[in-house]
């Protein structure tokens, strides 16, 4: 799974971060501001157990951490 993460400039750090305590690896990283605005690619390899149906049925059955717990 790959993401764009687009921060403030002054929490760029932090939440690249976050990101790789949650497990994510970093890719491009556009550190410099645009607008007061950095961003960076966060890469995460899902298992291959993990098919759409698979996702579904867990986040139906609420098996996921909260939004404010990743």
Known sequence: MRI???TRADLFE?????HIERGYGI???RPI????L?????V??????NTLADL????LS???PARGDW
């Open 14 to 18: 932090e939440r690249k971060q976050q």
């Open 33 to 36: 501001p645009v607008n007061g």
């Open 44 to 49: 995460r390899e899902l298992p291959a157990s």
């Open 38 to 42: 950095c961003s960076f690619v966060a």
């Open 62 to 64: 609420g098996n996921h």
């Open 27 to 29: 890719e491009d990283e």
């Open 4 to 6: 764009r993460v687009t």
């Open 56 to 59: 579904v049925a867990e986040a």
